[in-house]
């Protein structure tokens, strides 16, 4: 049981018409009758009358009564709706905190609901991201987590990953258990790679919700005298880059958003790539490297009308691990297979319409969506040690060697929801399997 905690749920900063002051603990109710002289309510009630300071009267006031367990901490609570004002507000407060509460800390009440079981560290986080939301999108993502369909999704996987666990164990514990199916190093993989493309799935879609809010980082690579600072200002329609027949025209980076689709792409406009002695086109040429890496998409622009070298060839190669565009520029000049563009004229429909393509199918109703950091980074970590697995037993590990890194993976999962508890394994091997009888 935990001591009672009092705070100002509501902005407390302003002159609101009306504040509410929230007590949560057992003993909420016998705090609040300290200073209140209505009646207490019944569960999920509101009662009327004054809140004193001794014989004194400071406020009129409803004040609304749950009672322990099917609240929102899961513990007694009071909420005392009382009128608004830093003075007024602060004193109740005050009052409380002098008749046995005390001063909640930030989140504690959302703390308390995720130790009292009353909602994972999805919803946690997810009430937090609520409040805390600039776009209406993220608001509605926020809110979508709270009937708790990414949970269940997050603790379906678990229990895959459990249910190998725990036949592994079996077969190292029990050899001669015969009910239970012989995991061998050939029946694991394909079960671990299952588990590996239900976690890819979530990366995948994840990454471009993002994509939603944060906008997509474009790099614009290609040689010198491609065409890239033309297609810069064609995406914008206007001016932005300088361009010139010259080549190694652009030597810093240059700037520019436009939406497409639903995404914002941010573009980043660089110097032409390929070997040079002039010492400040080298460095341009550093940053555009350092462009790709930076990126989420990478557009290569080939000047259509000339032959593709070893530094198209190069760039291609640098760019691979992301999505990456080839576009043949110049079309006037010559018509090129794949993606043709004329970027002088501004006719780039052939490549904006490839890139909504890739971004067409960012669902923001999708479960498997996950705009959480902690969350995210703790998915990616349970696809590295599903792989660390798979890796091992294709070097002819055995099943119970690569089991430390499948339970890695499992405690990541639990990590997401915060309730990782070791019994859950002896549940699961003591339900399905009957050994402990
Ligand atoms: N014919 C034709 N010329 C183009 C096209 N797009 C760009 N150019 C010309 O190609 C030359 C180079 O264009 P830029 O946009 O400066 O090329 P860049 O890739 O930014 O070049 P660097 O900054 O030097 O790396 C300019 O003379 C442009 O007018 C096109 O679609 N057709
Ligand atoms: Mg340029």
Known sequence: MFDTIAAISTGGMTNDPISIIRLSGADAFGVAKKIFNGKIGNDK??????????????????????????TFTGENIVEINAHGGIVNTNRILQLLLA?????????EFSRRAFLNGKMDLIKAEAIHDLIFAKTKE????????????????????????????ATIETNIDYP?????????????????????SDLEEI???????????????????????AGKSSLLNAFLNEEKAIVTEIPGTTRDVVEGSIQIGQVLLNFKDTAGIHTTNDKIEQLGIQKSLEKINEADLIIHVIDGSKKESKDDFLIEQSSKIKPYI???????????????????????????????????????????????????????????????????LKEGMLPDTVIIDIQKAWEDLGNILGRAEATDLLDEMFKNFCLGK
């Open 138 to 165: 993220q608001a509605d993502l926020s809110v979508k987590k709270f009937d708790g369909e990414t949970s269940n999704l997050i603790e379906k996987l678990k229990k895959k990953i459990l249910n190998i666990i």
């Open 326 to 392: 080839k576009v043949y520029n110049k079309s006037d000049l010559k018509q090129r297979d794949g993606i043709s563009i004329n970027a002088k004229n501004k006719e780039i429909s052939n490549l904006t319409k490839e890139i909504k393509n890739i971004f067409k199918d960012i669902d923001l109703n999708n479960e498997k969506i996950i705009n959480n950091t902690r969350q995210l980074s703790l998915i990616d970590s349970a696809k590295i040690n599903i792989n660390e697995a798979i890796t091992g």
């Open 176 to 196: 001669e258990y015969d009910d239970v199916e012989n995991l061998t190093n050939k029946k694991l993989l394909p079960r671990l790679n299952n588990v590996n």
């Open 45 to 70: 009630s509101i009662t009327y009358g004054f809140i004193k300071d001794n014989k004194e009267v400071v406020d009129e006031v409803l004040v609304a009564w749950f009672k322990a367990p099917n």
């Open 99 to 107: 008749n046995g509460a005390r001063l909640a800390e930030r989140g």
């Open 203 to 225: 990366l995948t879609s994840s990454k471009k919700s993002k994509y939603i809010y944060e906008g997509v980082k474009v790099a614009i690579v290609g040689k010198p005298n």
